[in-house]
């Protein structure tokens, strides 16, 4: 019989229990795993209120204004209630201010120097009308001047025809 019992000794050293430890380590892994997950997992929860209260735990978020400036009034305040419309924060107007007045006094500028370009040019087109009249006028007198030294051509000749039948 010792033959027996150390040859089921032998097998029992041969097969080990690396592969049992190894599967009981693996499901204490898994457990722990699970556990951790179900104690520190967070859970969303979503409901529907007539009344609500909005709480927020993260990081706030970073809002664009569609305006830059330097903030003169600020009326915002932890748990206030904010309505549509409410006016939270007050902007400094000084540099729209500025380039308002910058802009009406070149406006002021600009009137007077239209006022007085269509004031040439009214006075431009009074000279070329007054031209005009003066070239019809030049033009009348040379008609008139053509008229006259064809009226004396004509005398001319005809004092030179009687002359030649004298």
Sequence with gaps: MPASFTRAVRSLE????????????????????WAAWFLRAHVTRYEVSNEARLEVDQAAYLLQATASGRTVVSRLALGAMVKAGDVLVELDANPQ???LAQARARLATLAPEVEARSQETAA???ARAAERQAAGAAQDQARAQVRES??????SIEDVERLKQL
């Design 14 to 33: 041969a097969d080990g229990f690396r592969r049992s430890i190894f599967g009981l380590l693996l499901v204490a892994i898994l457990l722990g795993a």
């Design 97 to 99: 201010r500025l380039q």
């Design 124 to 126: 431009e087109e009074r």
């Design 150 to 155: 064809q009226a004396h051509a004509a005398f």
